[in-house]
């Protein structure tokens, strides 16, 4: 009931057929083919796969503990000093859910039963409305199946959080139910297929696809090669059909003739057991004879026998002395083994409950790590904003100062410009001053 819950949250001789050869011999290329259906890998490296694993690993281990819970309630007085007072009471408690949710059930279907008898005899209103109390009762169900839930999950809880106890019930749980059992190689399935899936790369699944297709195409070209062959083994047999019906008709006649043989033996036979009476006879008074050699052998052997059986008595207890030294012996061994163990499991606790403070610390040490890595992100944007406004200054400074030197170069030119004009101007007015002074000479 316990694993119900949980999966809720639960005639005629043909020729030699083995003479026919109808498969080729493998080639080097079939084996290199069916060598790249197997993983390249054997383990898994990357942590989201092992994370998978150690899941799907803690759910089948949670499902055999909860499938040993329905049979738990047959075993007999479960050892509270083992278990524990906590663990102990919510079994119990478990147990009465799922027995009265077990005798509800069973009310019901026995009144479904009996419903479904006298739906014949009975008016549809009154079996309607039988019908109604019925899946109403169905519905007051529910609650009491979500308290085996949470009762079913709070043991699950005490037996992982108590290794001790979840193995003391493994031993002494008779044994588990054919459909949990059934459940449980199901999930083992599942986690080989998902782990050989995980192991396998995208390449080897393209490699997998094209080689079930090379497979599928020399299906397809051997299953018309036993078609052909199918056609001549019909061929054949339609031969061997005739062939057989010759040989009925021969065996007839040899029939026939045996019939006549029988016939002409039963004279042969009666000559032959009045001789087997008189050597029946004969070999009776010999036996008889012998009968009284052999018992006489037999009291001798008697004789043998009680003499060995005396001298073998002293070597079996010399032997059984030894037998009893070698047990105590080895009981004083388990003893020793014993004791050593139990220190060991004393110190395997204690390193337990160390790991356990060190996991503590190291999920605190994650934490503040997790702020770290959050500040330095905020720092190392404020660093980019910062370096981007010190670009765009500098970009800013060097288009400033390529204007001032496009202002510079167009103001020299203007005053070079404006000095060659001013020259030309004063050449001009010195040739017309020669001129005038040459007019006036001559």
Not at 174 to 201: C, H, N, V, W
């Amino acid at each position: 009931m316990a694993m119900d819950v949980f999966s809720v949250a639960p005639l005629s001789q043909g020729p030699d057929i083995n003479k026919i050869s109808l498969m080729a011999q493998p080639s080097k290329k079939t084996a290199s083919l069916l060598k790249s259906l197997v993983p390249s890998k054997n383990q898994l490296t990357s942590i989201e796969t092992k994370r998978i694993m150690s899941v799907l690993d803690e759910t089948i281990h949670k499902v055999e503990l909860v499938s040993l819970l329905s049979q738990a309630a047959t075993t007999a007085a479960r050892p509270e000093e083992t278990w524990g007072e906590d663990l102990t009471q919510a079994v119990r408690e478990h147990e009465d859910l799922c027995r009265v949710l077990l005798d509800k059930v069973g009310a019901l279907q026995a009144r479904e039963r009996w419903l479904q008898e006298e739906e014949e005899l009975e008016e549809e209103a009154w079996v309607h409305d039988r019908r109604l109390s019925i899946e109403l009762q169905k519905s007051h169900l529910l609650p009491l199946a979500q308290q085996i839930r949470a009762s079913t999950k709070n043991v699950l809880r005490l037996l992982l959080s108590d290794p001790q106890a979840a193995g003391d019930l493994q031993t002494r749980s008779p044994g588990r139910s054919a459909g949990a059992q059934s459940f449980i190689d199901s999930l083992m399935e599942l986690r080989g297929f998902l782990f050989e899936k995980l192991l396998t790369s995208p390449m080897e699944v393209r490699d997998k696809a094209q080689l079930v297709q090379d497979i599928s195409k020399h299906s397809r070209r051997h299953q018309e090669v036993i078609d052909a062959l199918g056609n001549e083994l019909a061929a054949s047999l339609k031969q061997r059909d005739t062939e057989v019906e010759k040989e009925n008709a021969v065996i007839q006649e040899l029939k026939n003739q045996l019939h006549e043989v029988l016939k002409s033996s039963d004279n042969s036979l009666l000559r032959i057991k009045q001789e087997s009476r008189k050597q029946q006879k004969a070999d009776h008074r010999a036996s008889q004879a012998r009968t009284a050699k052999m018992q006489q052998e037999i009291v001798q052997l008697r004789s043998q026998f009680h003499n060995l059986l005396m001298e073998n008595w002293e070597a079996e207890q010399a032997l059984r002395k030894k037998k009893y030294k070698v047990e105590t012996e080895i009981e004083n061994w388990i003893q020793k083994y014993d004791t050593e163990m139990g220190e060991k499991q004393d110190e395997y606790e204690e390193l337990d409950a160390i790991h356990k403070e060190e996991k503590i610390q190291l999920e605190e040490l994650r934490q503040r790590h997790a702020v770290l890595v959050e500040e330095f992100s905020q720092i190392q944007q404020e660093r980019e904003l910062s370096s981007r406004r010190n670009m765009e200054a500098e970009q800013e400074l060097v288009r400033m100062v390529r204007a001032a030197t496009l202002i510079q170069a167009v103001w020299k030119g203007y005053l070079v410009r404006s000095m060659l004009r001013s020259k030309k101007k004063r050449g001009k007015a010195k040739a017309k001053n020669k001129k005038g002074k040459g007019k006036a000479k001559g």
